[in-house]
């Protein structure tokens, strides 16, 4: 079982900055891929960006949403991942939360509770 606690979430004006950080623990999680999705009332979770493990280390994938101004990042025990997000807009509002998938055999997902980011005008 993995355990994930997500923090940083807020209120921000719209071309505003914040930093959602993931930290998770339970398993041995460097070799899996940790990330972001987001999900408004009444709407399908979307991505938005991933760490993908691979041998020569982690690549970053990101939703066309997400290019260009969302930054993720993973440390180096591969027990936490950051999304950093800048020149946020109005439609960036919604919860956000942290994915843990270990792929393999018997692929699991785990899915953090969530944190609220709100952009105002």
């Known amino acids: 079982q993995v355990q994930m606690v997500e923090s940083g979430g807020g209120v921000v004006q719209a071309g505003g900055s914040l930093r959602l950080s993931c930290v998770a623990s339970?398993?041995?999680?460097?070799?899996?891929?940790m990330g972001w999705y987001r999900q408004a009332p009444g709407k399908e979770r979307v991505f938005v960006a991933m760490?993908?493990?691979?041998?020569?280390?982690?690549?970053?994938e990101y939703a066309h949403s997400a290019k260009d101004r969302f930054t993720i990042s993973r440390d180096n025990a591969g027990n936490a991942t950051y999304l950093e997000m800048n020149s946020l807009k109005t439609e960036d509002t919604t919860i956000y939360y942290c994915?843990?998938?270990?792929?393999?055999?018997?692929?699991?997902?785990?899915w953090g509770q969530g944190t609220q980011v709100t952009v105002s005008s």
């Open positions: 994915n843990v998938n270990v792929t393999g055999p018997v692929p699991v997902e785990y």
């Open positions: 760490t993908r493990w691979s041998l020569r280390g982690y690549n970053s």
């Open positions: 339970g398993r041995t999680l460097i070799n899996v891929d």
